[in-house]
């Protein structure tokens, strides 16, 4: 464990947001030091805490979107909880908030009371469709965005309906976005002194990440198409089938790639084919290249496999599981798992931080925590006395 001091340490993020896109962005804050402070509402927790399976009780996704986080309830809606949450922001240097547009407004908790309160601050808007616009105030998820962005629509195989993916693409991607964009607030409050919102549509972020679709159409009128695990880029260039029953995806994006893997699989005339020498013609006789390479891989194990394409320099990988995600020796190595202990739970494998920085790497210094476990200690070291906590209580502010 290193001893340096954590990059982001001083920085102090109160999480107000709910579900993946602001907590994702918060916990990533966290990893690196930040002094992150979950809010919420003393009756109504982050629903991430009761999605997918938990064990005693205990949400585990809620384990590894709440690392790094100490946790209090406030109810906003209150005198008690407003005027709580203004001294607490008096103290940040960002909060993350994912309410539908107008809702900190109700409370007299916009961005005009906060930055009057403190005008270093970052203000981190996350909502499905962006703070202005026909569809800012209708309820969103990840999943409008997947389908409303043109993800979905070039997902799948031509033949089969859209396909949605089977995790919170959308909001994860906008939970990285959000970081970049805080971070890139607090750099820009060196220079000025003072903070800003940030307001990201969840709807944004995972457009960025298509491509030049926009940019095809808007010149060729070229309209992206499904082509399942094929590319209109390149072939070979799908998922193929070995004779032990296992799965390997193989691309072929560079052409030196592609001969080899015509002269592995034991057809080099087709490498010397006219049509070969771009990957856009390559694709458009997918079908032959595709019987070449899984004839060939269907014959064999997926080790053979594996090994020839290591010792031709072709590029493949096992399609893996979680199963193989955790005995895999390249994630091992990079030390992309890692073990917390957790006073819960006990020891919990989870992804590690996003990325190693040779000189003040990120940790993950504990688990999600439990629904309000820390707010007596957060509160009192805002300045609370015994008797304001009690008070809080009695109003159902905590």
């Not at 109504?44 to 809620?62: E, T």
């Not at 962006?130 to 999943?143: I, V």
């Not at 019987?291 to 072709?314: C, Y």
């Amino acid at each position: 464990m290193s001893t340096a001091t954590p990059p982001l340490a001083g920085v102090r993020v109160l999480d107000l947001a709910t579900l993946f896109a602001g907590p994702l962005a918060a916990t990533l804050l966290g990893d690196f030091g930040a002094d992150v402070i979950k809010v919420e509402h003393p009756r109504r927790p982050d629903p991430s805490r009761g999605h997918g399976p938990a064990k005693h009780g205990a949400g585990l996704w809620w384990k590894v979107l709440g690392r790094n986080k100490r946790t209090i309830t406030l109810d906003l809606s209150t005198s008690g909880g407003r005027a709580v949450l203004l001294r607490l922001a008096a103290t940040a240097d960002v909060v993350v908030e994912n309410f539908r547009p107008g809702t900190l407004e109700k409370w007299a908790l916009g961005w005009q009371e906060l930055s009057a309160v403190n005008p270093r601050l970052v203000l981190a808007r996350v909502t499905a469709f962006g703070q202005s616009g026909p569809y800012a105030h209708r309820p969103g998820f990840g999943t409008l965005a997947e389908a409303l962005s043109g993800f979905a629509a070039i997902t799948g195989e031509p033949d089969a309906p859209p396909t949605l993916p089977p995790f919170g693409l959308a909001d994860s991607v906008a939970g990285l976005a959000t970081a970049c964009a805080v971070l890139t607030a607090l750099a820009a409050r060196e220079r000025t002194g003072a903070g800003q919102v940030v307001d990201l549509a969840i709807i944004e972020p995972i457009l960025s990440v298509l491509g030049p679709q926009l940019t095809w159409y808007d010149q060729l009128g070229h309209v992206q198409q499904r082509t399942g695990n094929r590319s209109a880029n390149n072939a070979p260039r799908n998922t193929y089938r070995t004779a032990d029953g296992h799965w390997v995806a193989v691309s072929t994006s560079a052409q030196s790639v592609a001969e080899r893997v015509m002269r592995l699989v034991g057809r080099p005339e087709l490498a010397e084919q006219p049509w070969f020498a771009t990957g856009a013609d390559r694709a458009a006789h997918a079908d032959v290249l595709d019987e070449a390479v899984g004839s060939w891989i269907a014959a064999r194990t997926r080790a053979e496999v594996l090994a020839a394409f290591e010792k031709a320099e072709a590029a493949v990988a096992p399609v893996q599981d979680v199963r193989d995600v955790l005995a895999d020796p390249q994630y091992q190595a990079l030390g992309t798992v890692t073990t917390v202990d957790d006073p819960e739970l006990g020891p919990l494998r989870m992804q590690n931080v996003l990325f190693r920085l040779s000189a003040t790497p990120g940790a993950i210094r504990w688990a999600g925590r439990p629904h309000g476990a820390d707010t007596e200690a957060v509160l009192t070291e805002l300045g609370l006395t015994p008797a304001e906590l009690h008070t809080l209580r009695e109003e159902g502010a905590l």
